[in-house]
């Protein structure tokens, strides 16, 4: 079952939250400045953001919207690894665009000084992201796309570099 | 149901498929751990990126943990 509606906006907090709370709590811990100015102004649109795509690719049913993520990769029956990828690189669009192209835009519009949007960091964050995780789903293929077990993983792999990967794109 | 030159072809396909994405992967990483805008060259620069995948790392671990306890629930982590 994918989360949907409110399940997907609890999963959008729990993926971006940490993204934009640990870097000042790092901050003031190894004082050590990594933080743009208007940081807390970025991460309410970042989170926004992410609600957005979040929604986006999982649907909201009580609007009859069933998502992208559905409509690419449902999740029963079989898929091919190709759609797997592209499911892959769909999302690395919905949540760099939404979370870390908005951030860096609310924060460089709102910025007392001209700050750069580095468009070429996130777009080389995505595409690590989308490498890795085309990585293992072709040569785990077909098992990591059918056997509960690997798929767990392939969950696990996504939750460790989607995050890593997001933390470049914003901070870089 | 797929003849055995098909799934001949199908595993080339993949093989070739899997070394492109290795290669991506690793070109990627690369051009990002050595500065994308030429920023990494100073000991400032390496201390940053360092910081920073420490933060992607210490988040990791909230999303994972998150979406682990939510699992019972839903099928968080995607699938």
């Known amino acids: 079952m994918l989360p949907t509606g409110f399940p997907a906006f609890v999963l959008s907090w729990t993926l971006v939250l940490p993204l934009v709370v640990v870097p000042p709590i790092y901050e003031v811990v190894v004082e050590h400045g990594i933080l743009p100015p208007k940081h807390w102004l970025g991460a309410a649109a970042a989170i926004a953001g992410g609600i957005i795509a979040h929604l986006l690719m999982y649907g909201v049913p009580s609007i009859g919207f069933t998502g992208i993520r559905f409509w690419l990769m449902p999740p029963v029956g079989d898929v091919g690894w190709m759609r797997a990828v592209l499911t892959e690189g769909v999302y690395a669009v919905a949540y760099f665009g939404g979370i870390a192209l908005t951030y860096r835009l609310v924060v460089a519009m709102m910025s007392p000084e001209p700050t750069s949007i580095s468009l070429t960091t996130i777009i080389v964050s995505a595409l690590v992201f989308v490498f890795g995780m085309a990585t293992y789903v072709i040569i785990l293929y077909p098992e990591s796309l059918t056997d509960p077990a690997w798929v767990r993983v392939r969950g696990i792999v996504s939750g460790i570099l989607l995050p890593m990967c997001l933390s470049t794109a914003l901070y870089l | ?79």
């Open chain 2, 1 to 79: 149901m797929l003849n055995s030159s098909d799934k001949h072809r199908n595993l080339v396909t993949q093989i070739i498929a899997g070394i492109f994405a290795i290669f991506g992967f690793l070109s990627s990483l690369k051009t990002l751990l050595s500065g994308t805008e030429g920023r990494i060259v100073t000991v400032q620069g390496t201390t940053r990126l360092y910081s920073i995948l420490v933060i992607g790392a210490i988040a990791a671990v909230g999303t994972v943990s998150c979406g682990d306890m939510l699992k019972n629930g839903w099928d968080v982590r995607r699938r």
